[in-house]
T-cell receptor
Framework: NAGVMQNPRHLVRRRGQEARLRCSPM?????VYWYRQLPEEGLKFMVY????????ESGMPKERFSAEFPKEGPSILRIQQVVRGDSAAYFC????????????FGPGTRLTVT | GESVGLHLPTLSVQEGDNSIINCAYS??????FIWYKQESGKGPQFIID?????DKRQGQRVTVLLNKTVKHLSLQIAATQPGDSAVYFC??????????FGKGTRLSVIA
């Protein structure tokens, strides 16, 4: 049973470009969470999605950031017009049930904005 | 409050000794707590969890202690091995809100 998969593992973007990060949850999991981690810091919650629904986006910046989890395919975290401050590791976690329990993390995408 | 940009606290232990990593949590309504291990360049890996109706839970070589009175959580690792070197995070939630992660502690095992 494959774990949570994220791609790309590393992404380099110039300021002003768009970044698209993908997350495929574990088989049988329909709940996805996105977190951001700056160097030497803990993970900060961004958004919680269920298939075709955003459940909680309280941690996501109001501008330039969006997330989706379509009926088919991976969850996508999209960052428009990236700035240097967006450089971070972005982690996706999935769970089989509603709520924060039993979250399994992917390997992350390291975004570097030059 | 949270601190931004500070270096992680580091715990150095000799191989074979026991390690104790501490975490203070902030939300008295939290009823579920998890310890994660994060190795360099990887995602957090679940170690052990505990619910608020317990004060101790044991796994393989790891024990989590919960003191709700002072809102304190600890992770004990028995017979620490070089492979235990990583950053350890505690996380908390009341259950219907997102996990809140602590700042982390870097464990360094000296062979």
């Amino acid at each position: 049973n494959a774990g949570v998969m994220q791609n790309p593992r590393h992404l380099v973007r110039r300021r002003g470009q768009e970044a698209r990060l993908r997350c495929s949850p574990m088989k049988g999991h329909s709940h996805v969470y996105w977190y951001r981690q700056l160097p030497e810091e803990g993970l900060k919650f961004m958004v919680y999605l269920q298939k075709e629904n955003i459940i909680d986006e309280s941690g996501m910046p109001k501008e330039r950031f969006s997330a989706e989890f379509p009926k088919e395919g991976p969850s996508i975290l999209r960052i428009q017009q990236v700035v240097r401050g967006d450089s971070a590791a972005y982690f996706c976690a999935s769970s089989p049930n509603f709520g924060a329990y039993e979250q399994y993390f992917g390997p992350g995408t390291r975004l570097t904005v030059t | 409050g949270e601190s931004v940009g500070l270096h992680l606290p580091t715990l150095s232990v000799q191989e074979g000794d026991n390690s104790i990593i501490n975490c203070a949590y902030s939300n008295s309504a939290s009823d579920y707590f998890i310890w994660y291990k994060q190795e360099s360049g990887k995602g957090p890996q679940f170690i052990i969890d505990i619910r608020s109706n317990m004060d101790k839970r044991q796994g393989q070589r790891v024990t989590v202690l919960l003191n709700k009175t002072v809102k304190h959580l600890s992770l004990q690792i028995a017979a620490t091995q070089p492979g235990d070197s990583a950053v350890y995070f505690c996380a908390e939630t009341p259950g219907n809100t997102p996990l809140v992660f602590g700042k982390g502690t870097r464990l360094s095992v000296i062979a």
